[in-house]
Nanobody, 124 residues
């Protein structure tokens, strides 16, 4: 089992920044990739970014490329999502997720464990 706890959401004005954190516990040695997803009201959960547990490889959705950065702190078993130049359309509940098996994964059902989500609201 892997447990994930997110933090760092909140309310920010357009153009501002937030940093989300996701701390993993339990069988972290089994994790291959960590992903960030978001879900706005009435919309499907969408892929935002992902990083291998080793921290070597990252991948981003086109909508956030150049604005968001995913990183990992090995010592703290924590993954971060630095979000800059935020836009109102970034408003959503953000989730982190852990995937145990090898390979790229952009779909929610590719991930095995999920955090509880943290709300990000970007005002105009």
């Amino acid at each position: 089992q892997v447990q994930l706890v997110e933090s760092g959401g909140g309310l920010v004005q357009a153009g501002g920044s937030l940093r989300l954190s996701c701390t993993a516990s339990g069988r972290t040695a089994s994790i291959y990739r960590m992903g960030w997803f978001r879900q706005a009201p009435g919309k499907e959960r969408e892929f935002v970014a992902a990083i291998t547990w080793s921290g070597v490889s990252t991948v981003y959705a086109d909508s956030v490329k150049g604005r968001f950065t995913v990183s990992r702190d090995n010592a703290e078993n924590t993954v971060y999502l630095q979000m800059n130049s935020l836009k109102p359309e970034d408003t959503a509940v953000y989730y982190c997720a852990a995937r145990l098996s090898f390979g790229l994964a952009y779909r929610a059902y590719d991930y095995d464990y999920w955090g509880q989500g943290t709300q990000v609201t970007v005002s105009t």
